[in-house]
């Protein structure tokens, strides 16, 4: 049996303990020299895009490495998957860029802490589970929305055009784009397209070495050496640093951290979504099973190490990780080389990282925008069922037009609305004898439904599926429609398996009014879990424990024996 089938039997995926405890065990020389390959490979194809997303999310570039360097580390030490690849992805450019602009670095370091400690908070609490019920119009719409908004972005970088500063509004980005049309530099424009190009067939030449890090030295050559006016990460920001800065703490206060709470939220949830979304995918590459749990506090603990060191939010990279299973990374070590080939290329090369052109780096974010976007299972939930469309055209419109946080809460509140309207519809609450005497005679218990024999008087109603506050008031109206006083009335609950507080409120208020009505009222069928909430409710004084019975038949007899009215 696979190593991975025999760890997933002993520890499941809630067990808060790092994979790599596991992972290396029975390690040897071969898959070392697998892991470093895979390593150096990922750090190099890290490197353009670690710059490329810090630069889109209004930072510094060095930014992005040190996330990449710090936050791949511990993300890699401390996974719940054996092959996670963590650092800045694109999911994160809206919401970081949002912050910056608004509260500024400082603003961006206590959301992120905060983002790490609730990380830590839910992979303790067991939420690994829970994330995978986000639904998947919610993910698809917010993720294609951030594709359309990095593009935007880019525009300036793309077309060299010059601009004092590009305006955070997605229509606004475009206007101001529209004025500025006249300072178009063909230059950037041409570095822009030839990249897009060779990032597009440069797999057909060779798939170990990216195509990015190739666009990126071919253009930053031409640009050298045919003294192009195309404008530099060295023109722009400088130079980048070539070693770690010291960690220190934000300045905050208590009004900041709770404007920020939002926005931490945000962040704790993509986070989350990206590095589970990550380990899944990983998992059916290689055939392993993650732990959810230890995923989360991982991502967490990354996510409070990352800003000290002057970095962004990080989480699971998925086509970093990809990049690594088919390069041979079998064991966190490879992600753990991954962030220090970073490291080293920060420290040695860093200085020559100041020429490289930012057209480059926007062709670089096209593709990955072109890759987020996600539009083949965009164009085929337009073809699924009508709520589903409007939860994703919600949270895709929300994205692209307002903010990222608004997104996700309508979307998801779209989407629980649905929810609730498709759960409370799937509730049957039917009177039964009013099919039998509409000569319907329902095809239950024969022997008790024979007219002849059925007592007059007796109203029957059987409720199929949970009764919950969705379906509460369906389940009065149909009670409410009993005519002249019954001579007892029998509620058959064997299909319901869950009542909440709102059912709990409506089946006392009914039992109160057969009591007060010296009306016999009998349960039916009732489960041992509804038996339980119903006496830890309360509820069972107003019922009656002689008042519930098996079956219809054996409730038939209870009344031929004379129960107590509405006891």
Known sequence: MPRESVESRVLPRTALRPKILTALKGYDRAAFLNDLMAGAIVGIVALPLAIAFA????????????????????????????????????????IVAGIVQKYGMDGLMIATLMAGAMLVAMGVAGFGSFIKFIP?????????????????SQVKDLGGLSMA???????????????????????????????????????????????????????????????LQVETIGSRFGSIPSSLPFPHLPHATWSEARDLFRPAMTIALLAGIESLLCATVADGMIGGRHRSNMELVAQGIANLASPLFGGIPATGAIARTATNVKNGGRTPIAGIVHSLVLLLIMMVFGRWAALIPLPALGAILVVVAYNMSEWRTFKALLR???????????????????????????????????????????????????????????????????????????????????LFFGAAQRFEET???????????????????????????????????????????????IHDQTRSVLEKAGLMEAIGRENLAPTLESALRKLEQGPAAGS
């Open 136 to 152: 998947h119009p919610v993910t698809v719409g917010f993720t294609s929305g951030i594709a359309v908004i990095i593009f935007s």
């Open 165 to 227: 500063s590009v305006p955070s509004g997605f229509l606004a980005k475009w206007s101001a784009y529209a004025a500025a049309a006249p300072t178009f530099n063909p230059a950037a424009a041409a570095i822009a397209a030839a990249c897009i190009l060779i990032i597009a067939l440069w797999p057909k030449v060779s798939r170990r070495i990216p195509g990015s890090l190739i666009a990126l030295v071919l253009a930053t050559a031409v640009v050298q050496v045919f003294g």
């Open 384 to 466: 699924s069922p009508r709520s589903d469309v409007i939860v994703l055209l919600t949270t895709f419109g929300l994205t692209v037009a307002v903010d990222l946080t608004v997104a996700i809460e309508a979307g998801m509140l779209v989407s629980l609305m649905f929810f609730m309207k498709d759960m409370s519809e799937s509730v049957r609450i039917q009177a039964l004898t009013r099919a039998l005497r509409d000569e319907k005679r329902p095809e239950i218990e024969p022997e008790v439904w024979a007219k002849e024999k059925f007592p007059k008087g007796v109203e029957v109603f059987d409720v199929q599926g949970p």
């Open 479 to 525: 009670l409410a429609e009993v005519g002249a006083k019954p001579k007892a009335v029998i509620l058959r609950i064997r299909e319901m398996q869950h009542i909440d507080a709102t059912g709990l409120h409506a089946l006392e208020q009914f039992a109160l009014r057969c009591r007060k009505g010296g009306i016999p009222f009998l349960l039916v069928g």
């Open 55 to 94: 630069i889109a999310s209004g930072v510094s570039p060095e930014r992005g490495l040190i996330t990449a360097v710090v936050g791949g580390f511990l993300i890699s030490c401390l996974s719940g998957s054996r092959v996670q690849i963590g650092g800045p992805t694109g999911a994160f450019v809206v």
